[in-house]
């Protein structure tokens, strides 16, 4: 049996292959928004996406996992976030040791 292939549109592949940030604001009404919660809610954001990522491929090795595809999307999902993470740190702690480096 051949699964017609739908088209992706860039809507469908944001939407569903990375994790959207909600501002601070958002998320809690009533709270004040830092950057601190909104990093902090961004790191959970990953941390989630890892968690999946392990959880369907333990399914996987185990054979209770049925949809390979689902599997893989995962776990790109969860490399892609790492790396996004990994880089994201690497340009922070630039910044700070440039920042560090100014002679006043």
Request: charged share 5%.
């Amino acid at each position: 049996m051949v699964l017609p292939l739908t088209p992706l549109t860039s809507s469908t592949v944001t939407s569903t292959a990375f994790p959207t940030l909600t501002p601070a604001s958002s998320a809690s009404k009533g709270s004040t928004s830092s950057f601190a919660s909104a990093l902090g809610n961004a790191l959970q954001n990953i941390s989630d996406t890892v968690a999946n990522s392990q959880v369907q491929g333990l399914g996987l090795a185990s054979g209770t996992a049925t949809n390979l595809s689902a599997v893989m999307t995962s776990a790109t999902q969860a490399e892609l976030a790492v790396e996004l993470t990994v880089q994201i740190r690497n340009r922070v702690v630039s910044a700070y040791q440039q920042v560090m480096n100014m002679q006043v």
